[in-house]
Structure formats: C-alpha cells, structure tokens
C-alpha cells in the first residue's frame, strides 16, 4: 500500500480546493519570502506533498487520488492567487504526469513511472520546453548505454527534483541525427546544478540550470527515440496536457490582480472617471484571458483525446492569446491602482514582475505565428 492511499485516494476534487483555503496564508507568507531571498519555495512543496498535491492526478489504480485534469488546472489557478511561483513549479510536474497519464490509458505506458511517482512521492523536473525540436547537448554510446553531457536551461523545481525528464541529440551511425528521450534520477553522478537563477519574476520556481557531464544512461532508460527538428505526431499530446496547466498560474494572477484593484477602488471616497473605463478594460482583457483559457482545457478534455495534427496548433494559438491577455490584465490594474502599485511592499508588483515569465513558454509570440502560419499552409 502507498503512502498517500488512505489519506487522498478516495477523496473528491472539491477537497483539494477546499485545501487550498486552509493553507493559503501559510503559502502566500512563504512565497513572499521566497521570493525576497530568490530561493525555492521549499516551505510550500513540503506542504502539498504532505497533502499529496503531487501525486493527486495519478489514477487509483495505480495509487493516486485520480484528481481530473481540469480539476488540477483549477487548483493552479488557485494556489497561484496565494504563491504564483509555488503553482508554476508544480505544472511543470504535473504537465509530466499528465503527458504520462495519457500514455497510460491511451497507450498502456507509463504504469511504472506513474508508480514510482507514488511510492516514492517524487518531484519531476523537466527540460522539454527548452529543448523543443533539436534539443541539446552530446550523447556518446558506450558499453550498455550512452554518456551524455549538456546545459539544461529553465528547469523549473531542479532545486528539489528527484528526476529530470529531458533529451539530448545523438548522431546514429544508421539512422542519422535523432533525439533521445529519457529519465535520470537528479542524484546520478555527473548531475549539478547552477546558481543562476536569479531573475524578473517567478524568482521561487527553483528553475536553476542543470548540467551534465557524462552522466551514464542505460539503454533501457530511453522511453523514446525521433528524428531531430521534426515535429513528432506525439508532440501534439504534450503541447494539449501541458499548456493548459502551465497557463493556470497566470489566469490565477490575472484573478488576483483584478480583485486587488476593484478592492482598492471600491475603497476610495472619490476616483478619477477614467479609473471606471480601466477596470471595465480589466475586466474584458481577464475574461478573454479566462474563456480561452477554459476552452485550452476543453480542448484537453481530461485527457481524453487523440493526437492529431491540427490540435497542437489549436493550443499553441490559445496559449499566445491567453498569455497576452494576461498581461494585459496586470499592466492595466498597475495603470489603474496608480503609483502605490509601484511600490514592493504592494502586491501588484510582485504578480506584475511574475507574469512577464508567461511570454517566455513555449512558443514564444513569433515563433508560434510562424508555426501556425506554416501549418496553414501546408
């Protein structure tokens, strides 16, 4: 029996977001402390793990607490209005369970991973965002297996991790230039971890680069093998399970903000007439941010899709639009709220420095208008 099956197996979603009302000021007091001293918002992932928010999503049978996937873009959301940086870390392993757990019901893969993450209570660490088509790094077949060397940039949790989720391109005598696909436990010789991540925003996500320098993988660790800079049929799957819940923090923010601001407004004995137009301007830009975002999930529809070419493209466009929204949304509370916004001790300076980090997921504005123009016209 898993460790966590008595406590959270049996236990519906409204529970896991009832938590959150629980712990909220616990979060939130160690996030802004996180965030003062740049370091991992450790205080809060004993937290969830303790209530295991990290093993939630992972079906029953295999010892979770089968939380739908929509629930968990929910409970993101709402962690995300207590410590945006503790709900962009955990998307990032959620985004990897999940991508699992479509294997698993879809395919008939993933038990084992999916099993460890609960025995053992594991924190997933990935670098697939980063590396997208071409990956990076050197790979060198030896005896039983492959070295392999490389800079991971944007590992988000790796101050923590227990397993990093990544690729590295290898030149095969026969089949050419390919990536390969594979885990590796973050405490395997040969594995550091920088101190750089010292940033904009986002400052308690823990995402330190990590590099290897002719870390051993087995042969048998490698889980999947493809040609380099071709967009596999599979990649349509992460793009769907992982946007959806990489994006939940920011909605959270954009929440966030447009409470701060309407309280702040409501508080004043007079306001300005623009302030009124300004949080009419908040609220469509939260709603367009709220509504494509909802429509991401459908799209994901609790795992339960298939991969198909046009609908990775679907989610990239919604991720774009959701992530300008977004800002827009805080840029517009700063404008409205005025100059005491300015201020760090005011909250809204925190979630405006936090979601600056959602342009930088995968693709980038320019990168998903060329991707999908591409499509298009193919």
Request: glycine content about 6%.
């Amino acid at each position: 029996m898993n460790i966590h099956e008595n406590k959270v197996t049996k236990t519906p979603s409204k529970h896991w977001l009832n938590i959150k009302d629980q712990l909220g000021d616990q979060l939130a007091a160690n996030g802004i402390a996180h965030d003062k001293a740049d370091t991992f918002v450790a205080d809060n992932y004993k937290l969830l793990k303790k209530q295991g928010y990290l093993t939630a999503m992972i079906p029953k049978a295999l010892g979770g607490a089968e939380v739908s996937f929509t629930d968990m873009c929910a409970i993101l959301v709402k962690i995300a209005q207590y410590c945006p940086s503790t709900s962009l870390a955990l998307s990032m392993h959620q985004h990897l369970l999940a991508a699992n757990i479509w294997k698993y019901k879809h395919q008939g893969t993933g038990e084992e991973l999916l099993r460890k993450v609960v025995d053992e209570n594991l924190v997933l660490v990935s670098t697939g965002a980063r590396d997208w088509l071409d990956s990076n790094g050197t790979m060198t077949r030896t005896d039983n297996g492959y070295l392999v060397s490389a800079k991971k940039q944007f590992a988000s949790q790796s101050a923590i991790g227990d397993l990093l989720v990544t690729s590295i391109p290898f030149n095969d005598p026969e089949d050419g230039w390919q990536v390969f696909h594979f885990t590796v436990s973050m405490k395997s010789d040969g594995i550091q971890l920088l101190d750089d991540w010292h940033t904009l925003g986002m400052r308690g996500t823990g995402s330190q680069t990590v590099t290897l320098n002719n870390v051993f993988i087995p042969e048998d660790s490698i889980v999947m093998k493809r040609a380099k800079g071709e967009f596999p049929l599979f990649w349509n799957v992460v793009l769907t399970v992982a946007l959806p819940l990489i994006m939940a923090p920011y909605i959270g923010i954009a929440e966030k903000a447009m409470k701060i601001t309407l309280e702040k407004s409501k508080a004043k004995q007079s306001r300005p007439l623009h302030t009124t137009f300004l949080l009419g301007e908040i609220y469509n830009s939260l709603t367009l941010a709220q509504v494509l975002h909802k429509d991401m999930i459908e799209i994901a529809n609790n795992l339960d899709f298939e991969a198909d070419e046009r609908i990775g493209v679907e989610i990239l466009t919604r991720k774009t639009l959701v992530a300008n929204a977004c800002k827009e949304t805080v840029s517009k509370a700063m404008e409205t709220v005025g100059g005491q916004s300015f201020y760090r001790i005011f909250e809204l300076e925190r979630l405006f420095r936090d979601v600056q980090a959602v342009s930088f997921h995968t693709l980038t504005e320019k990168h998903q208008h060329y991707f999908t123009g591409k499509f298009l016209l193919e």
